[in-house]
Nanobody
Framework: QVQLVESGGGLVQAGGSLRLSCVAS????????MGWFRQAPGKEREFVAA???????????LYADSVKGRFTISRDNAKNTVYLQMNSLKPEDTAVYYC????????????????WGQGTQVTVSS
């Protein structure tokens, strides 16, 4: 059974940094595209970043415009782990952050992902 477990959320002051981690209990992690989404109270779930495996095809990485230049997604296939390094955090980044896995290619659409973690809360104070 595939499980995704996020960690690393917390409370941070504006301008600070956090690194989120997501460990996937899958046998072939490199076959999955991994993504991060977030959902703030009263708002729809929104795309943050996604990355497929680094293979001979060169891989692919996507970022939402709102986080470009501040967030970095990376993955360690040997550890079945995807990371989201968040720098220069803003109060509007406050949300529950979800890790997701897609059997297909990277996508900005939540409906393209097959598995989801339980979420980790990120709160940025002003």
């Amino acid at each position: 059974q595939v499980q995704l477990v996020e960690s690393g959320g917390g409370l941070v002051q504006a301008g600070g940094s956090l690194r989120l981690s997501c460990v996937a209990s899958v046998r072939t992690f490199s076959n999955y595209a991994m993504g991060w989404f977030r959902q703030a109270p009263g708002k729809e779930r929104e795309f943050v970043a996604a990355k497929n495996w680094n293979g001979w095809n060169g891989g692919s990485t996507l970022y939402a415009d709102s986080v470009k230049g501040r967030f970095t997604i990376s993955r360690d296939n040997a550890k079945n782990t995807v990371y989201l390094q968040m720098n220069s955090l803003k109060p509007e980044d406050t949300a529950v952050y979800y890790c997701a896995a897609a059997w297909s290619r990277v996508s900005t659409r939540s409906g393209d992902y097959d598995y989801w973690g339980q979420g980790t809360q990120v709160t940025v104070s002003s």
